[in-house]
């Protein structure tokens, strides 16, 4: 391992971190920069799926006192509540992810699809934020399960790469009534059971793959993974309460916008 790969795989597991949480596409942002910067890591895909538990388990810091709560109570009605909205919201991605996963590898993972995606996204947020103006349900608590399972299934567009699975959940969840506040913190905890079972899939498909080549860059990427996702989450908890999402989607915009130009000259 050389300088010039670690500073690349701590590059990559720090926008894992801050991207997976906010509506801009981790995957995207990864699979782009894969292509530009040209990093090689351990075989098949193990240091992408292990930065994205870094992310995870990010995530599960920030909230873990939530999470103890429905571990050791969960027939509270309050926790009961919060484990069928996830449950629900877990089924969409759960169901398709696992009939149509060797078609999301093989065909959509390219800069291409991202692109495009990134762009239709950034219009998608502009118009929402733009449209959306009332709030039924301001907490998480008072979201009836029918609103949870319909996040589900705007979760489940976000296998396309470039879409954003914190773009769909929170920007779906805005439209169905949820308030910036519930539908961000919504979408951190539904990425919870959501990326988990992602990341135990891919391990178990690439499980062949994994040895100690390269685990020193896994490491770092993990480490940096794990810090950046605690910095953002904890971030945009507070951002979302002053502030819309329109400025997400103009960066889509531009660096979707960006991509296709750099794609038209050749590059990728």
């Given at each position: 391992?050389?300088?010039?790969?670690?500073?690349?795989a701590?590059?990559?597991?720090?926008?894992?971190?801050?991207?997976?949480f906010?509506?801009i596409?981790?995957?995207?942002?990864?699979i782009?920069?894969?292509?530009?910067?040209?990093?090689?890591?351990?075989?098949?895909?193990?240091?992408?799926?292990?930065?994205?538990?870094?992310?995870?388990?990010?995530?599960?810091?920030?909230?873990?006192?939530?999470?103890?709560?429905?571990?050791?109570?969960?027939?509270?009605?309050?926790?009961?509540?919060?484990?069928?909205?996830?449950?629900?919201?877990?089924?969409?991605?759960?169901?398709?992810?696992?009939?149509?996963?060797?078609?999301?590898?093989?065909?959509?993972f390219?800069?291409?699809?991202?692109?495009?995606?990134?762009?239709?996204?950034?219009?998608?947020?502009?118009?929402?934020?733009?449209?959306?103006?009332g709030d039924?349900?301001?907490?998480i608590?008072a979201?009836?399960?029918?609103?949870?399972?319909?996040?589900?299934f705007?979760?489940?567009?976000?296998?396309?790469?470039?879409?954003?699975?914190?773009g769909?959940?929170?920007?779906?969840?805005?439209?169905?009534?949820?308030?910036?506040?519930?539908?961000?913190?919504?979408?951190?905890?539904?990425?919870?059971?959501?990326?988990?079972?992602?990341?135990?899939?891919d391990?178990?498909?690439?499980?062949?793959?994994?040895?100690?080549?390269?685990?020193?860059?896994?490491?770092?990427?993990?480490?940096c993974?794990?810090?950046?996702?605690?910095?953002?989450?904890?971030?945009?908890?507070?951002?979302?309460?002053?502030?819309?999402?329109?400025?997400?989607?103009?960066?889509?915009?531009?660096?979707?916008?960006?991509?296709?130009?750099?794609l038209?000259?050749?590059?990728?």
């Amino acid at each position: 391992m050389d300088l010039y790969d670690a500073g690349i795989a701590a590059l990559l597991g720090a926008v894992e971190g801050i991207t997976e949480f906010l509506p801009i596409s981790s995957t995207g942002h990864l699979i782009l920069l894969d292509d530009l910067l040209g990093f090689q890591g351990p075989p098949g895909h193990v240091f992408e799926v292990v930065i994205q538990l870094g992310a995870i388990l990010g995530v599960c810091w920030v909230y873990r006192e939530r999470l103890l709560q429905l571990a050791t109570h969960p027939l509270m009605p309050r926790n009961r509540h919060m484990l069928l909205l996830l449950v629900l919201g877990f089924l969409p991605a759960a169901v398709i992810g696992f009939l149509a996963h060797g078609f999301i590898k093989t065909v959509l993972f390219n800069p291409w699809v991202v692109s495009i995606a990134l762009i239709v996204g950034g219009v998608a947020i502009i118009v929402i934020e733009r449209l959306v103006t009332g709030d039924r349900f301001k907490e998480i608590d008072a979201v009836p399960g029918s609103v949870g399972l319909k996040v589900g299934f705007c979760q489940a567009l976000a296998m396309i790469p470039g879409v954003s699975r914190s773009g769909a959940t929170i920007m779906g969840a805005r439209v169905l009534g949820l308030s910036r506040s519930a539908a961000a913190e919504f979408s951190f905890l539904l990425a919870i059971p959501t990326m988990f079972a992602a990341t135990g899939y891919d391990l178990y498909k690439n499980a062949a793959q994994i040895d100690g080549n390269g685990m020193a860059l896994v490491l770092i990427g993990f480490i940096c993974a794990l810090v950046t996702a605690v910095l953002t989450v904890r971030w945009l908890i507070g951002f979302v309460s002053s502030h819309t999402f329109s400025g997400f989607g103009w960066y889509r915009i531009a660096l979707g916008s960006l991509m296709i130009v750099l794609l038209s000259f050749g590059w990728g």
